[in-house]
T-cell receptor, first 110, second 116 residues
Framework: KQEVTQIPAALSVPEGENLVLNCSFT??????LQWFRQDPGKGLTSLLL?????REQTSGRLNASLDKSSGRSTLYIAASQPGDSATYLC?????????FGKGTMLLVSP | ETGVTQSPTHLIKTRGQQVTLRCSSQ?????VSWYQQALGQGPQFIFQ???????GRGNFPPRFSGLQFPNYSSELNVNALELDDSALYLC???????????????FGAGSRLTVL
């Protein structure tokens, strides 16, 4: 059974810092890995998708890497802003389902 | 292009009652997945519908059931509600099965169910 773990569970940083969110998964037989953002009480917004054959994806200030053999992914956020405050969820895709971690709750203070 | 819409946004039920949640998929998407997200947890896969047939189910009891219609919209039905069913229910659509290629799931805003 696939298990996804995210570290840290919560993170508080001042504006402008670069930060790294970590995700690990137990079964390397995945199609892809996605990072999502969730604002309080809201749905999920897909940030980045990394195919199993890829090593990284970039979108603006976000960069996600994938090391399938070790079962790890990182989400790097450059020059953090208060608007980045949200919960970040990592999910790995199997045949017909996504398996999510519990998320990292990020607070960026001005 | 419209996104995924869910209704109702909030609802309150009592134990033992039944609930139906609805989801309209994004235009051009034929696959709908449902997830349950308890407070402070990641979403848990309930089931997926592809071209009106159930295609994959998570670890949820049979009182969780669903339908997909010819226009690819979907319903989630929960019978005999329990307190632990209180959660945010998320619907997601994709242009194909979640595991296929780069089928990015588009999520709706969710339906918040409270069971008293």
């Amino acid at each position: 059974k696939q298990e996804v773990t995210q570290i840290p569970a919560a993170l508080s940083v001042p504006e402008g810092e670069n930060l790294v969110l970590n995700c690990s998964f137990t079964d390397s037989a995945i199609y892809n890995l996605q990072w999502f953002r969730q604002d309080p009480g809201k749905g999920l917004t897909s940030l980045l998708l990394i195919q199993s054959s890829q090593r990284e994806q970039t979108s603006g200030r976000l960069n996600a890497s994938l090391d399938k053999s070790s079962g790890r992914s990182t989400l790097y956020i450059a020059a953090s802003q208060p608007g980045d405050s949200a919960t970040y969820l990592c999910a790995v895709t199997g045949y017909s389902t996504l398996t999510f971690g519990k998320g990292t709750m990020l607070l960026v203070s001005p | 292009e419209t996104g995924v819409t869910q209704s109702p946004t909030h609802l309150i039920k009592t134990r033992g009652q039944q609930v139906t949640l609805r989801c309209s998929s994004q235009s051009g998407h034929n696959t709908v997945s449902w997830y349950q997200q308890a407070l402070g947890q990641g979403p848990q896969f309930i089931f997926q519908y592809y071209r009106e047939e159930e295609n994959g189910r998570g670890n949820f009891p049979p009182r969780f059931s669903g339908l997909q219609f010819p226009n690819y919209s979907s319903e989630l039905n929960v019978n005999a509600l329990e307190l632990d069913d209180s959660a945010l229910y998320l619907c997601a659509s994709s242009p194909g099965l979640a595991g296929g290629g780069a089928n990015v799931l588009t999520f709706g805003a969710g339906s918040r169910l409270t069971v008293l």
